[in-house]
């Protein structure tokens, strides 16, 4: 794998830091304390082509590779893990999905609108009373002549009142059998399709996750993604790709806490000197840095297998898991190097504390990436 990083990927993360530092970094708390989801962000995001950063330009997208994708999620997240959530879910889940399974007239349709923002894209999946347990789902499709009807209830989805482009993966055969769900694309506004219950969250606070609520909703068969039984399949390969993404965001936080308690380290003085000169504080920076550096090499050989096209199930697996784990070590080791201070909301440790706990449960929890990777490394 070579290490080094090019001219391209250097100029995308500046970009991405020098947006997050001037248009997000200012309003952090301000969102956070409100829940305000800041849509025009993500228009102005859309203008700089990190709305459609791996869709393909033909289809008016930024035409990068992974590395630069992950780079971008990174630079923001380290500023605001809200923000780098709902870009990832953007990009990964809904676009990502278009994109990987759409035929060439929804990749016509969608895709350019998604990349530059004129659409915010939303991905259900979940719902209360399944979570892991996916092949269980209630919300169905049922076909009726050259329509289908969608009847029940995603939670936990982001963008799930604000998403203008849905993918949805419904169930169309009997609970818990082989290939019984089916991917779809729902347009807001459509009769029967609605937003839910907006939960009220411990982190990630100004990124939207809500309820999408189907009550007979009728659907064109022409928005059917692939064909009728390969949805869970669809998702699967999805989430592999939306777990690097996830790992990306917990390196950003846990690079933003680290950042954070260094400098902190080095101003706050304690017996006359700064506390970074206590071993105790030493050594905690010191485990901080090695665990993001090990988390960083395993989210970019995923992101490498990923622009390769080559399988990278247990790669994106392990590259979640740890950086996800890492990203919680870190932000609470911030805030204990901050003491006091680290508990209250005039630092930001305290944030990145609370929105790291999502990267350990988002797009498959610690304890599935676990058998993902087991189940992997078995077959070997």
Known sequence: MDFSTDELTQQVARTARDFANQHIKPHVMEWDESQEFPLQVFKELGKLGMMGVVVPEEYGGSGLSYIEYVTIIQEISRVCGSI??????????????????????????????LASAQWLGAWGLTEANTGSDAANMRCTAVQEGNEWVLNGTKNWITHGRSGDIAVVVARTGEPRTKDNATAFIVERGTKGF??????????????????????????????????????????????????ISIAALSLGIARGALEAALQYSKERRQFDQPISNFQGISFKLADMATEIAAAELLTMQAADLKNKKLPMTKEAAMAKYYASEVAVRTATEAVQIFGGYGYTKDFPVEKFYRDSKLCTIGEGTSEIQKLVIAREVLKS
């Open 84 to 113: 780098g959530l709902s870009l990832a879910a953007h990009n990964s889940l809904c676009t990502g999905h278009i994109l990987a399974f759409g035929n060439e007239e929804q990749k016509r349709k969608y895709l350019p609108g």
């Open 194 to 243: 609605s937003g839910g219950k907006k939960e009220n969250k411990l982190g990630m606070r100004a990124s939207e996750t809500a309820e999408m609520v189907f009550d007979n909703c009728r659907i064109p068969g022409a928005n059917k993604l692939g064909k009728t039984g390969e949805g869970f399949k669809q998702a699967l390969k999805v989430l592999d790709g939306g777990r």
